[in-house]
């Protein structure tokens, strides 16, 4: 790959990046979260009820920084702990799947729209060359994220 077309891509991903960040703060903003509770909420819905350790393990946080969003998220009834139904010693971080989706549903649902209405214009080769690239991509940065927590 010459120079200009490592220069290129290298900006197109920070600008794809950092718009990514700007449209997550705001659809946050809207639900009165911050951006970055809102991504771990996300993550929290994706991965189900899980242990504040887990969590913590997973996502690079301390156990203090859990909590803390854990409380943040139980005031606004999107998640909440629980014990675990096999060992009581455990508490469990449990999504609040149906009132994420109220508060949050329109929005995604309208960007998912506009993306699907996007990726009509292009080829079958197209979309799989996109899908290639993120996937790599995405399979890249859970590296580096996996070296980077264990130091």
Known sequence: MSKEQTQSISELGRLFSDTTILMHEAIARKAGLTGTDHKYLGILIEKGAITAGEFAQFTGLTTGAV????????KKKLAKRQFDKDDRRKIM?????KNAMQLL???????????VEMMSDFSDEEKTIIEKYLCTTIATMNGITGELNQK
Not at 93 to 97: A, D, G, K, L, W
Not at 105 to 115: C, D, E, P, V
């Open 67 to 74: 909590t803390g969003l854990v409380d943040r998220l139980e």
């Open 93 to 97: 971080i449990v999504p609040e799947t």
């Open 105 to 115: 549903g329109g929005t995604f649902a309208m960007l998912q729209s506009r993306i």
